[in-house]
């Protein structure tokens, strides 16, 4: 389904034009707008989800083989050291455009991409309760 309000959808269905990479029927990667790095991709889906939470099994199993895909052609065209395959979900983890979208960043040596963080100690691991009751519901 397409929210008429949302811009990645009008981008990723084409009725805002966009600088693609790669389409097909239910993908649309094109260049960020504002890139972290040369090269920038972000890949959106046809049909609207606002994150990994909403989206379908059909378009979240297909999302890392359309990166693959894309990864692989611009590691050719652009002979990139390394690359960061990340998606945002939820504010607080950095996402800005509630359409979800799968980014392919190049990466380059030497340059000043920064994705790092501080590890926590060791008490901050999850106790076997939380870890069962994960597993029950991811398990299904
Ligand atoms: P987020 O922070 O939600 O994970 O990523 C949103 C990304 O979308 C950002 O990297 C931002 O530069 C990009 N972006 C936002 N608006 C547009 C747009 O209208 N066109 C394109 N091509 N990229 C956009
Ligand atoms: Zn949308």
Redesign the pocket.
Known sequence: MVDSNC??CK?ANGE?P??TVYEDERFRA???????NRG?V?ILAKNHAANIFEMSDEDASQVYVVAKKVATAMQKVLKFDGVNIM??NGEIA?????HH?M?VIPRYKNDKVTFEYEHLSEGDILGDEEVAQIRALAQG
């Open positions: 811009i990645f981008i805002i966009s600088k094109i260049l960020d707008i504002s890139p972290a920038h972000i998606q945002n950095g996402q800005t455009v509630f979208h980014h």
